[in-house]
């Protein structure tokens, strides 16, 4: 379970940190979340939820503002019809769609989240702003109506790649040119004329860009922009619902026991985001994925889960590289060795238990996070 906290001042990427009682936190996946309603009484977004989510996935998710459910020590606003909306198409298709396309029959009714409350603002107080919690088996996913999607459009990601190349390409051609000057002096003792630097620019300027917008060379920049443009909604957003998918599965069926004694010695509890402040030291190097991972073994399943199937090759390379050292002298493994046997054993389990590959997962999950560009998620799909 994740409850995110954020400094007033500072506000931090979601679950970056957070507070659990994990005792709590059980969800029976078989249990049945929906009720039959008269549908003649429903709304449009009702409507949407009951046939998209609750008849499909067996998922109760609530947007209407209620007292009862809520943390009161915070003010909090509801939700837009329109920003539920859009949250709702995005999760559909990143979230359960994943699921849906990459793992058994089944899988994505059972070991998915089942109850989800929606909150227009994050919890604000005199002194900390909330991102969401997860109590009781409920997840409460607050500031959705800061949700804005069309940030990672495909034409502000195209416009912002040309920016980038335009600015690469110059300094490129910048330094060819006082390069092929610097030659010319030394070669004849005058170096270039105005008008001679003038068309070098241009030629250089015409092949470098060409080289830029090469179709592999140039894919791989949308790409990559495309992650960074979506960060604030894959941290925010989408990585919780992985996060607290994964606790279904351990909570269902335990993992090894060799998973939590990887880390047995470096486990925190409620002081896992002090503590490595304090001491100055990084939870990566001791084996987690985050600090909050450092909580419990549980916590620390359910990051690493969460982690690694919405982290890029590269990013998940640089998180290990920033890893690759021991948290003290006398530790037997690195924090990379210690993430990569965690992974095999998750990776090893989840096959066995659950039949299900976590690299197709992760695959279909980084599939669907390229295409977040190219679709339009603030309408109500067609037929609702």
């Avoid at 500031?143 to 940030?151: A, F, R």
């Avoid at 459009?153 to 416009?159: A, F, L, N, S």
């Avoid at 389990?349 to 996070?369: G, M, N, P, V, W």
């Amino acid at each position: 379970m994740k409850k995110l906290v954020f400094p007033f001042i500072v506000a931090c990427a979601l679950g970056a940190l957070s507070a659990c009682s994990s005792d709590i936190d059980r969800v029976k996946s078989d249990r049945k979340v929906i009720d039959p309603e008269d549908v003649g009484l429903l709304t449009r977004l009702d409507k949407y939820i009951q046939k998209a989510f609750a008849q499909k996935y067996n998922v109760s998710i609530d947007y209407r503002y209620d007292d009862k459910l809520t943390d009161r020590r915070y003010r909090l606003a509801p939700v837009k019809e329109e920003k539920a909306v859009e949250f709702l198409n995005l999760i559909d298709f990143v979230f359960f769609d994943t699921y849906k396309e990459a793992a058994p029959d089944g899988y994505a009714q059972r070991h998915t989240v089942k109850y989800v409350n929606l909150f227009g603002s994050s919890g604000y107080s005199l002194d900390r702003r909330m991102a969401g919690a997860a109590p009781q088996g409920m997840i409460w996913m607050y500031n959705i109506n800061e949700l804005d999607t069309s940030v990672a459009r495909i034409e502000k990601i195209r416009d912002l790649a040309e920016r980038y190349i335009d600015y690469e390409v110059w300094e490129r051609v910048e330094e060819e040119v006082k390069k092929q000057d610097e030659k010319a002096k030394a070669d004849t003792g005058t170096g270039l004329t105005d008008e001679q630097k003038q068309a070098l620019r241009e030629r250089l300027t015409r092949e470098y860009t060409a080289e830029e917008h090469e179709a592999t060379k140039y894919d791989k920049r949308i790409k990559k922009l495309t992650i960074g443009q979506e960060y604030q909604m894959r941290e925010s957003y989408i990585s919780t619902l992985f996060h607290e998918s994964a606790h279904t599965l351990h909570e269902e069926r335990a993992y090894p026991p060799e998973f939590d004694k990887l880390s047995a010695l470096d486990y925190q509890k409620q002081d896992a985001f002090s503590y490595w402040y304090r001491k100055g030291l990084k939870s990566l190097h001791a084996g987690f994925v985050s600090d909050y991972a450092s909580t419990d073994a549980d916590e620390d399943f359910a990051e690493l889960f969460a982690t690694y199937v919405l982290r890029t090759d590269e990013e998940w390379a640089e998180l290990l590289k920033s890893a690759n050292e021991k948290i003290r002298p006398d530790a037997k493994y690195t924090g990379k060795e210690i993430i990569l046997q965690k992974l095999s054993i998750m990776k090893q389990y989840i096959r066995d238990e659950y039949s299900t590959d976590l690299d197709a997962i992760r695959q279909k999950a980084l599939e669907k996070l390229y295409k977040i560009p190219y679709m339009d998620f603030t309408q109500y799909p067609t037929g609702y």
